[in-house]
Structure formats: C-alpha cells, structure tokens
C-alpha cells in the first residue's frame, strides 16, 4: 500500500525515517525483475508491454497507440 507523507504533518521526519529505514526488497531482487521485464519485452514486443500494462495498471490496452499521452495531457498533468 502506498504511503503518502507530507512536510507539514507533524511528526513527519519520524514517518520518513521509519520509511526509509523500514524493510524493502534487496537491490538485487528489484535488478532481476526489472531485467527480465525488460528482456521479455524485447522478446515479445507489443504484447508483452500490453500484459504488463493489464498487471501493473490494471488497464486493458486493445493497442498500443492508446497508451499514447498527447502534449495538452501532459501539460495538464499537476
């Protein structure tokens, strides 16, 4: 579950340092995945980045060229 901490709170440095501080995946663990990420879809291409999207995202993507972001969404973006 995401954490969202802001400067204003009080009590914030303790949040971040707990956060910082707390339990993560190793390095390496995060390597191996983004690599065999990014090998698969070398491999496989198009398909491979509209499954990944449909995992991570939760997002049905029927193509590819609907992920693309215009310059006015972007802009809009906060």
Same mark, same amino acid.
């Given at each position: 579950?995401?954490?969202?901490?802001?400067?204003?709170?009080?009590?914030?440095?303790? *949040?971040?340092?707990?956060?910082?501080?707390?339990?993560?995946?190793?390095? *390496?663990?995060?390597?191996?995945?983004?690599?065999?990420?990014?090998?698969?879809?070398?491999?496989?291409?198009?398909?491979?980045?509209?499954?990944?999207?449909?995992?991570?995202?939760?997002?049905?993507?029927?193509?590819?060229?609907?992920?693309?972001?215009?310059?006015?969404?972007?802009?809009?973006?906060?």
């Amino acid at each position: 579950m995401p954490v969202r901490l802001s400067t204003a709170d009080t009590g914030f440095e303790a *949040a971040f340092s707990a956060l910082v501080d707390g339990r993560r995946d190793a390095d *390496a663990d995060v390597d191996r995945a983004v690599a065999d990420i990014i090998a698969d879809v070398r491999a496989r291409g198009d398909g491979a980045v509209r499954e990944y999207t449909a995992r991570f995202d939760r997002l049905d993507v029927p193509a590819l060229r609907d992920l693309r972001v215009s310059e006015d969404e972007i802009a809009a973006m906060p």
